[in-house]
T-cell receptor, first 110, second 115 residues
Framework: GEDVEQSLFLSVREGDSSVINCTYT??????LYWYKQEPGAGLQLLTY?????DMKQDQRLTVLLNKKDKHLSLRIADTQTGDSAIYFC??????????FGKGTRLSVIA | DADVTQTPRNRITKTGKRIMLECSQT?????MYWYRQDPGLGLRLIYY???????NKGEISDGYSVSRQAQAKFSLSLESAIPNQTALYFC??????????????FGPGTRLTVL
């Protein structure tokens, strides 16, 4: 079945860039997503990328997709303390529920 | 008002008790999901429903059951709670005709503790 892998922890200094990586197994994924979970809250969609794209930029966020290697990354420029959260990678391989990774906890040190 | 609501937000119960977690949505979505979140294990799918007459098991359905009472309501039951069902439970909705990228919208979660 589908599987999504990501590292569990990342710590960065305020003002630096953060890069969160994800690998997935289903080559038929049509969309890939990054969800953000702030403390005490549910998940919210942060950004997504269609599988025929290799990059998407949205203000401080850059998503890179390497379909050959099945690798997705999320770069947050000028990381702020408010970016501290758990970030989930997810894939959509058709008419099935999204498959989520285990989540990467980003800690921003002031 | 929140589009996806969950009740209760927190619950402490004892082993062997029957528990029901409720989810309601005002988004008009046909698809609803129940997940549990455990530290280091991420989000795991328990059950999902693509419409009122459709119920499907997810990867960890053992020990759980669901009821889709209406398009807007999807309940999760633990028939006889056990301590390893202590977790954070999330309800979510989606509609592939709503957004092309099939976004899932999450409720705020229910923190369940089984003693």
């Amino acid at each position: 079945g589908e599987d999504v892998e990501q590292s569990l922890f990342l710590s960065v200094r305020e003002g630096d860039s953060s890069v969160i990586n994800c690998t997935y197994t289903d080559s038929s994924s049509t969309y890939l997503y990054w969800y953000k979970q702030e403390p005490g809250a549910g998940l919210q969609l942060l950004t997504y990328i269609f599988s025929n794209m290799d990059m998407k930029q949205d203000q401080r966020l850059t998503v890179l997709l390497n379909k050959k290697d099945k690798h997705l990354s999320l770069r947050i420029a000028d990381t702020q303390t408010g970016d501290s959260a758990i970030y989930f990678c997810a894939e959509n391989a058709g008419n099935t529920p999204l498959v989520f990774g285990k989540g990467t906890r980003l800690s921003v040190i002031a | 008002d929140a589009d996806v609501t969950q009740t209760p937000r927190n619950r402490i119960t004892k082993t062997g008790k029957r528990i029901m977690l409720e989810c309601s949505q005002t988004k008009g979505h046909d698809r609803m999901y129940w997940y549990r979140q455990d530290p280091g294990l991420g989000l795991r799918l328990i059950y999902y429903s693509f419409d009122v007459k459709d119920i499907n098991k997810g990867e960890i359905s053992d020990g759980y059951s669901v009821s889709r009472q209406a398009q807007a309501k999807f309940s999760l039951s633990l028939e006889s709670a056990i301590p390893n069902q202590t977790a954070l439970y999330f309800c979510a909705t989606s509609d592939p005709t709503d957004t092309a990228y099939n976004e899932q919208f999450f409720g705020p979660g229910t923190r369940l503790t089984v003693l």
